[in-house]
């Protein structure tokens, strides 16, 4: 009876994991639908539990008419007992004795980030650690690749967290007032973890003095574009906020006056007085 209940109740409840198994890892001999037939299609996985289910009703039964557990009883056992395992070695301290920063490759699914981090050392399990991904991704999280620096000691909990929540590795790209546009252009060639190039050296004024936050690979073009837009943004408030009678009527006055006041004085504090004789 339990070889019957195994096959045509087991078996079909096994089959929609069984099968993402196959879609996920069909590389390993077990988990390939190819391999095996189980009430209508599964793999020799799905027929090696419902085998053990099998086997372990037969050891465990009773001599009194040979009556055991009930099979649900015997998978909750197992499958509770596989998820506690997981469950330690994901919420467990991890192998990195100091921080590491590791870059993960750019569309790489779950199974790819887990190898490629249990070869950077910064995961003890990758399987364990896929298919909690797996699961996350389940639930509609996504996986972000980039630039990460995983603490000392990191369980994959917190690892797959990190990577969820994409808390990247930053860098600061720092424009000083004052600064001429290939000035600027300069500074940002002169930044490795930048890519790519520069279309043009943007006119002068065009570009908003202030400290950048991006990640590795942030491109060298859309920076400027962000610098552009920023000070687009300045100028804008800037002006709406000026007495309607003043003399100072579009973005390029402002940007005028700010190059007139500069040459007037270096001194960051006395500009507010000589932009006031303009004003």
Known sequence: IYSVWGLYVLAPVLKPFAMWLNGNLSWIFLFDTG????????????????????????????????????????????VGGVGAWGWLNFTAPGPLTAPKIVQLPAGADHSALAIALKDAGVISNAAVFAGAAALQEMRHAKLKSGEYEFPAGASMDDVLAMIIRGQFVTYKVTIPEGWTSQMVVDRMNGQDFLSGTIDKTPDEGTLLPETYVVTRGYPRQKLLEDMAAAQDKYLQAALSSLDPNSPI???????????VVERETGVLEERPVVAAVFL
């Open 249 to 259: 009527k579009t973005k390029q006055d402002l940007v005028t006056m700010a190059s």
């Open 35 to 78: 391999n095996a037939s189980v009430a209508g299609g599964g793999t020799i996985f799905t027929a090696g539990i419902v085998l053990a289910v099998d086997m372990l009703a037969a050891l465990t039964a009773g001599d009194a008419g040979g009556v055991g557990p009930s099979p649900p009883g015997e998978i909750a056992a197992a």
